[in-house]
């Protein structure tokens, strides 16, 4: 069974870097998928972060590019979501998730929990 | 950037009614569209992808349908369980992959 769990800081300054960690279980994040990051800000509605492919490229939502580095560690089986100079538009609950353009189900098909970020002082 | 417009924005039904949500794209998504559902304090789940398949474990009264602009997600008969807000997406062209603004399903 294929579970993802994500982990870090609950609370972050504005002006410094969110840094969130998923970890996969169940699966081997070198197969074929994509490994990727939705947000969804308190009341409203999801929003697609960024997503790293099993062979390290990278694809960022353009509104967030520039502050945003997805990484992949394959001898740790996660990846991880850096984003720099945050502000309280940043404060939501961050998914991290499987996708698929061509393998099996072609969605996102495997959620995390979700963890909570803030943004303030 | 694909737009995805979904309507209603609330749909107040009675359980065992039919329940019909739509979604309209900006621009061609072919069939590369996506349906979730998301409960209060949950993570959204998979519904429907490539706009017609179910996903592993989804009850047959969840049906989607269309392609290019215009999509639809049908529930035969909704249960108790079926209240939630439902989420579209598409994967036809990205970056970025973007979801509709949501309809939730509520009990009248």
């Known amino acids: 069974q294929v579970q993802l769990q994500e982990s870090g800081p609950g609370l972050v300054k504005p002006s410094e870097t969110l840094s969130l960690t998923c970890a996969v279980s169940g699966f081997s994040v070198s197969i074929n998928y994509y490994w990727g990051w939705i947000r969804q800000p308190p009341g409203k509605g999801l929003e697609w972060v960024g997503s790293?492919?099993?062979?390290?490229?990278?694809y960022y939502n353009p509104s967030l590019k520039s502050r945003l580095t997805i990484s992949l560690d394959t001898s740790k089986n996660h990846f991880s979501l850096k984003l720099s100079f945050v502000t309280a538009a940043d404060t939501a609950v961050y998914y991290c998730v499987r996708h698929s353009d061509s393998t099996g189900t072609t969605a996102f098909d495997i959620w995390g929990q979700g963890t909570m970020v803030t943004v303030s002082s | 950037e694909i737009v995805l417009t979904q309507s209603p924005a609330t749909l107040s039904l009675s359980p065992g009614d039919r329940a019909t949500l739509s979604c309209r794209a900006s621009?061609?998504?072919?069939?590369?569209l996506a349906w979730y559902q998301q409960k209060p304090g949950q993570a959204p789940r998979l519904l429907i992808y490539d706009a017609s398949n179910r996903a592993t474990g989804i009850p047959a009264r969840f049906s989607g349908s269309g392609s290019g602009t215009d999509f639809t997600l049908t529930i035969s008969s909704l249960e108790p369980e079926d209240f939630a807000v439902y989420y579209c997406q598409q994967r036809s062209s990205w970056p970025p992959l973007t979801f509709g603004g949501g309809t939730k399903v509520e009990i009248k």
């Open positions: 621009q061609s998504v072919r069939s590369f």
């Open positions: 790293v492919h099993h062979s390290g490229n990278t």
